[in-house]
């Protein structure tokens, strides 16, 4: 089989079946259009209300702009297979989409890191925490957190570009991940998987364990709370975040927690179906449905905008 550096490959997509392609595009066409409006109009609210100039919904609408964006990475790809049954896509397109994937989902990791860390400032040093959290800082955060989930993004892309790969092959899933690319690779791959293992696990284990030491400093400090509305108070905050937590890295690590190039299952399809569409397109929801404060933030405005109508 003829191997090239610069191949054309073709997405397989969800399904072959006419019937299944029809309700799966209507499907995800409805929660892709979901999550551009509600990630589009958590940061517009938060922008829009003073009283929610704070670091955490700093943090939030930057988490919504990510995911924003991480979902138009895959979607408008998986929707024109499912649409027209052409899933073909060249070397160079597989490859961006890839790296824009890989910026997304670390930003997602490494910001929900920060709103942990966030959390745990303000209910562990509610005394020194304008001090702590100063918008300089959290810029600096936000700047931070690109910056690593670019390097190590374009770690993983500059890995692939040295590979070879076969000819005209089908990638069996429905946006280029790195496993199923590696499974098509003509050269050896032990070393590439080896690195991406070590930067995926450092990438995703490290801010998962931030996340659990700060909740862990949280709760021991929400313990010591005599009132029980205050323990409540203390903890209302981070429930929405938490919920979070728990859906990204439970559907991550059901994909990614083994050697790249091993087959996907359809259960890890499933997973990846849900870290890239359905996870993003609740976080916006999630906090807004569960926060009493963007809930009248966002009320305000609508009364305002119909006032005026």
């Not at 551009?36 to 609210?45: E, K």
């Not at 910026?103 to 209910?123: E, G, H, K, W």
């Not at 957190?145 to 890995?159: C, E, M, N, Q, R």
């Not at 919920?243 to 083994?258: G, R």
Request: with cysteine; hydrophobic share 45%; charged share 10%.
């Amino acid at each position: 089989m003829n191997c090239s550096k610069t191949p054309d490959f073709a997405l397989s997509g969800l399904s072959s079946d006419p019937e299944k392609q029809q309700f799966l595009f209507g499907l995800f066409l409805a929660l892709y259009l979901l999550g551009l409006l509600g990630n589009l109009l958590l940061p517009l609210v938060i922008g829009a209300d003073v009283h929610l100039h704070s670091p955490m919904y700093f943090f939030l609408s930057q988490l919504s702009l990510v995911d924003l964006c991480f979902t138009t990475t895959t979607a408008p790809k998986m929707l024109k297979v499912l649409w027209s049954s052409s899933g073909s896509i060249s070397f160079s397109g597989c490859l961006t989409q890839l790296y824009f994937f890989a910026v997304f989902a670390d930003m997602d990791s490494l910001l929900l890191t920060v709103m942990a860390v966030d959390r745990y400032a303000a209910i562990c040093h509610p005394l020194r925490y304008p001090l702590l959290m100063t918008p300089c800082r959290c810029g600096g955060l936000v700047a931070g957190s690109w910056g690593v989930a670019h390097s190590v993004s374009l770690v993983h892309i500059l890995l692939l570009s040295q590979l070879s790969f076969h000819t005209n092959q089908e990638i069996p899933h429905f946006f280029c991940d790195f496993g199923p690319l590696l499974q098509l690779s003509c050269s050896d791959t032990h070393l590439s998987e080896d690195l991406m293992m070590t930067l995926t696990v450092v990438l995703g284990i490290s801010p998962l364990l931030c996340i659990i030491s700060s909740y862990a400093r949280i709760f021991h400090a929400v313990a010591r709370v005599p009132s029980a509305q205050g323990k409540r108070k203390a903890l209302a905050t981070c429930s929405s975040h938490l919920s979070m937590v728990i859906l990204f890295y439970s559907t991550v690590f059901a994909t990614y927690l083994k050697p790249p190039s091993t087959s996907h299952s359809s259960g890890e399809m499933a997973a990846a179906i849900l870290y890239t569409l359905v996870t993003p397109t609740l976080n916006p929801f999630i906090y807004s449905l569960r926060n009493t404060d963007v809930r009248s933030s966002l009320k305000r405005i609508l009364g305002m905008e119909s006032s005026q109508d």
